[in-house]
């Protein structure tokens, strides 16, 4: 029996018992669903990608996007695949029901599309992608520009890019050269070159909806003078249909080591007389809109990690389970039956530390898909914004950590197939290749970590950080009714008393002295504090199995508990301890890393 895509089991338990995502069903806009039809949904797209995604996933990866010059070749299959999602209404899933949308809760669509990433990669993201730039839109642009690009995204006749980087500017956007300027009929005129941008150009839709930055004649230098422009592939006739190129030209596909089936493109935008631009609310406030899409591909950048590291788990765990080789070391007998690897020591070591980090990870990115809801559907204002204010604030690790910790957990799943791990016969090799772009993908690490440091904990009075720290010591507070857990919370309390010292000794660095050097390890600190919010998450799924095992469940229930239990040991005993180096580190401004010249080299 070949490996699941995804953990059904584990996934229930996220959605409806450490997320109760069922009482989501109290609030006006889910009224009209119930458990029943959020798994019909899951169910729907679990078939989706065992019948269309799964069968083309390795010819998905070998069989790159080509480009003759004129156009853009992808293996037809893939259209078949994307039709049949948007035929279903999952690629329109948490959309209002007047633009052909299901109203459902982002937490459930998060978990329907694990099943679609797992089973097509990438190929999922021209989907995604048009998603966010249909919510950015939905959010700030005009009711006409709503009218004509929103309705056709959402039913997938269109589909969506964002458009920022440039050949000299990556993550520095403040040096983006892109120009816009303004026509007689309000319209804009764009000319500029982007590079890296994912969907850019394919076979898939009628026509491709870019969001790009630019800046406007006489705008402010930096990042005030950037503005956000909608530029379609094609320009539309006005009964809508499809109408003149827009000079929007392929100068060539980058080919990647993962993620192939998405293409990623160089773009020129208004060679001969500009490519005709709208306008995105006000000028020079286009990368404030940005963001709304920029933070949302952060959850999915993190979410793609998440489901990576739960499926290279999956597999390695069920490979395991059925490969016989060699004896336990108390064996002496060489006439003895082998046993299965997975009663090797290590191999389980390779497993826990997986599921440690995938399940883990998966907590994250789906509390962090909640908060994205709660700030929007929330019952009261204050509730609204302060689940803005937790999301606001835990975005660069809800990004960074699954990203970073996803490839280690596919780099275990390959050492656990050993020989059969890195051949193109078992798809382990294909998670890790496919996850190592996530921590480059929307904001480097590095750039998540200044992030964090230098502007979401001091914003606000350091409100994010405290209500982060709140929810922590709410967690404890539960926690410490159990006695088993007694070791879990005293580890937790040390490892947030550890995050204190060492973020005051950071702010203070910021402060005082060369400020440089003061984030030369800010990624030390984000990695730190990634660790204490996955122990924080840990213990959060610790508390609900213990009451679960409590009322003496079913044999199947009690394993799949014991499971957790045993992986959130081993992050508090194996992971957590790591914690006091990063934040030595820290404290004590290490200038290694700093005081290297680049001609020693």
């Known amino acids: 029996m070949p490996a699941t895509l995804m953990n059904q089991r584990d996934l229930e338990f996220m959605l409806y018992e450490l997320f109760d995502t069922e009482a989501l069903i109290n609030r006006q806009r889910y009224q009209d669903h119930d458990r029943q039809t959020f798994n019909e949904v899951i169910n729907t797209a679990k078939t989706i990608a065992e019948k269309y995604f799964l069968p083309i996933r390795q010819k998905l990866d070998i069989e790159q996007p080509t480009f003759d010059g004129k156009n853009v070749h992808i293996i037809p299959e893939l259209k078949t695949a994307i039709d049949a999602v948007n035929e279903s209404g999952i690629g329109s899933a948490t959309s209002d029901y007047d633009v052909g949308g299901m109203q459902l809760p982002p937490i459930i669509a998060s978990a329907a599309n694990a099943y679609l990433s797992v089973a097509g990669g990438v190929g999922m993201g021209y989907n995604m992608l048009t998603t966010a730039n249909?919510?950015?839109?939905?959010?700030?642009?005009?009711?006409?520009?709503?009218?004509?690009?929103?309705?056709?995204?959402?039913?997938?006749?269109?589909?969506?890019?964002?458009?920022?980087?440039?050949?000299?500017?990556?993550?520095?956007?403040?040096?983006?050269?892109?120009?816009?300027?303004?026509?007689?009929?309000?319209?804009?005129?764009?000319?500029?070159?982007?590079?890296?941008?994912?969907?850019?150009?394919?076979?898939?839709?009628?026509?491709?909806?870019?969001?790009?930055?630019?800046?406007?004649?006489?705008?402010?230098?930096?990042?005030?003078?950037?503005?956000?422009?909608?530029?379609p592939k094609f320009l539309l006739n006005e009964d809508g249909s499809i109408g003149e190129d827009n000079e929007v030209a392929l100068a060539g596909l980058f080919h990647k080591m993962g993620g192939r089936a998405q293409t990623s493109t160089a773009l020129s935008f208004g060679e001969k007389n500009g490519s005709v631009g709208y306008l995105v609310g006000e000028e020079n406030c286009g990368l404030k809109y940005m963001f709304h899409?920029?933070?949302?591909?952060?959850?999915?950048?993190?979410?793609?990690?998440?489901?990576?590291?739960?499926?290279?788990?999956?597999?390695?765990?069920?490979?395991?389970?059925?490969?016989?080789?060699?004896?336990?070391?108390?064996?002496?007998?060489?006439?003895?039956?082998?046993?299965?690897?997975?009663?090797?020591?290590?191999?389980?070591?390779?497993?826990?530390?997986?599921?440690?980090?995938?399940?883990?990870?998966?907590?994250?990115?789906?509390?962090?898909?909640q908060l994205s809801d709660d700030e929007r559907t929330a019952d009261t204002p204050e509730q609204r914004q302060y689940a803005h204010t937790l999301l606001d604030f835990l975005t660069p690790i809800i990004k960074t950590w699954p990203s970073e910790y996803g490839p280690k957990a596919n780099s275990y799943a390959i050492q656990v197939l050993g020989g059969h791990g890195y051949i193109n016969e078992h798809p382990v090799e294909m998670f890790y290749r496919d996850n190592r772009l996530n921590p480059i993908h929307e904001g480097t690490t590095g750039i998540q970590s200044l992030d964090l440091l230098t502007r979401k904990v001091p914003m606000n009075q350091m409100k994010g950080y405290q209500a982060t720290l709140d929810e922590m010591a709410k967690t404890i507070e539960q926690a410490l009714q159990y006695e088993s857990l007694q070791e879990y919370s005293t580890q937790l309390t040390e490892a947030i008393a550890t995050l204190k010292k060492t973020t005051d000794a950071a702010l203070t660095a910021m402060a005082t002295n060369n400020i440089d050097l003061a984030l030369a390890n800010s990624v030390k600190y984000l990695e730190l504090f990634g660790h204490v919010i996955i122990a924080w998450?840990?213990?959060?799924?610790?508390?609900?199995?213990?009451?679960?095992?409590?009322?003496?469940?079913?044999?199947?229930?009690?394993?799949?508990?014991?499971?957790?239990?045993?992986?959130?040991?081993?992050?508090?005993?194996?992971?957590?301890?790591?914690?006091?180096?990063?934040?030595?580190?820290?404290?004590?401004?290490?200038?290694?890393?700093?005081?290297?010249?680049?001609?020693?080299?």
């Open 537 to 601: 998450l840990w213990l959060k799924q610790s508390i609900v199995v213990t009451r679960a095992l409590a009322q003496g469940p079913h044999k199947e229930d009690e394993l799949f508990y014991k499971g957790k239990l045993q992986a959130a040991q081993y992050f508090y005993r194996y992971e957590l301890p790591k914690i006091s180096l990063w934040a030595k580190l820290v404290t004590s401004t290490d200038s290694t890393s700093y005081d290297m010249q680049a001609d020693w080299f």
């Open 134 to 231: 249909a919510n950015l839109l939905e959010a700030h642009g005009s009711q006409q520009l709503i009218d004509t690009w929103v309705k056709p995204m959402r039913e997938g006749r269109f589909m969506g890019t964002m458009a920022m980087t440039e050949p000299g500017s990556g993550s520095g956007l403040a040096d983006l050269t892109t120009k816009a300027v303004k026509a007689e009929d309000g319209t804009y005129r764009i000319k500029g070159n982007k590079i890296f941008i994912s969907g850019g150009d394919h076979n898939l839709s009628e026509n491709i909806v870019h969001l790009v930055l630019a800046r406007l004649q006489g705008a402010p230098r930096g990042v005030k003078g950037i503005s956000l422009f909608v530029v």
């Open 293 to 369: 899409m920029m933070n949302e591909a952060r959850i999915m950048v993190g979410t793609s990690g998440a489901v990576l590291a739960v499926a290279g788990y999956q597999y390695s765990v069920d490979y395991a389970k059925n490969r016989p080789q060699g004896r336990l070391p108390s064996c002496k007998d060489p006439l003895s039956p082998m046993v299965n690897i997975i009663e090797h020591a290590d191999v389980k070591r390779m497993l826990l530390a997986q599921k440690a980090i995938a399940e883990g990870a998966m907590s994250l990115v789906l509390y962090g898909t």
